[in-house]
């Protein structure tokens, strides 16, 4: 299994572009999630998926739209792009399991993101 | 706002020693996981403890929840230059949100050879 990836690996983008960072799992899991991680902090949840065709805002959805149109794939839009989103992108997916919580999360490589 | 402060902030230690990181969260949580992110990598999972339980132990590594005081702290022993990387805590909550962790500000671990 390829686990989670994420493409593009690097980006710079000028103020006012718009973007889809893409990310896929092959592990059938039903859970998938966006973080932004920002120098010197832990990971800020951005949106998550509970699966296909049900996405939540987490705690910093401005700015950003997802959708999930199927298990695999979970991509994120960035609609149009600020300098204050030059962060560190990943994606994480997680297998849901019946009784106590067994979200166990599985990150991908990271997106590197500039916003000039 | 985040859930989880870890502290230190950073810690350096000589191989050999071992390693303890704090981790502080405020609401009631389901379980708490201890991640590891190596410089410019994502982050990768290393152990998680259910509220329920109160030590835990994953070769090494030695995790304990106190959910009396909402405090959780891991354990490196006998430490490897390789152990050298940032650690997280993150909280879960209710199964019905699997997808929501919510992590601490991190802890840099540096193992000096």
């Known amino acids: 299994n390829a686990g989670v990836t994420q493409t593009p690996k690097f980006q710079v983008l000028k103020t006012g572009q718009s973007m889809t960072l893409q990310c896929a799992q092959d592990m059938n899991h039903e859970y998938m999630s966006w973080y932004r991680q920002d120098p010197g902090m832990g990971l800020r949840l951005i949106h998550y998926?509970?699966?296909?065709?049900?996405?939540d805002q987490g705690e910093v959805p401005n700015g950003y739209n997802v959708s999930r149109s199927t298990t695999e794939d979970f991509p994120l839009r960035l609609l149009s792009a600020a300098p204050s989103q030059t962060s560190v992108y990943f994606c994480?997916?997680?297998?849901?399991?019946?009784?106590?919580?067994?979200?166990?999360?599985?990150f991908g490589p990271g997106t590197r993101l500039t916003v000039l | 706002s985040q859930q989880g402060e870890e502290d230190p902030q950073a810690l350096s230690i000589q191989e050999g020693e071992n390693a303890t990181m704090n981790c502080s969260y405020k609401?009631?949580?389901?379980?708490l996981q201890w991640y590891r992110q190596n410089s410019g990598r994502g982050l990768v999972h290393l152990i998680l403890i259910r509220s329920n339980e109160r030590e835990k132990h994953s070769g090494r590594l030695r995790v304990t929840l106190d959910t009396s005081k909402k405090s959780s702290s891991l354990l490196i022993t006998a430490s490897r230059a390789a152990d050298t990387a940032s650690y997280f805590c993150a909280t879960g909550g209710e199964e019905t949100s699997g997808s929501r962790l919510t992590f601490g500000e991190g802890t840099q671990l540096t193992v000096n050879p």
């Open positions: 994480a997916s997680s297998r849901r399991v019946a009784g106590l919580a067994r979200n166990t999360q599985y």
């Open positions: 609401t009631s949580i389901n379980n």
């Open positions: 998926s509970v699966g296909a065709g049900i996405t």
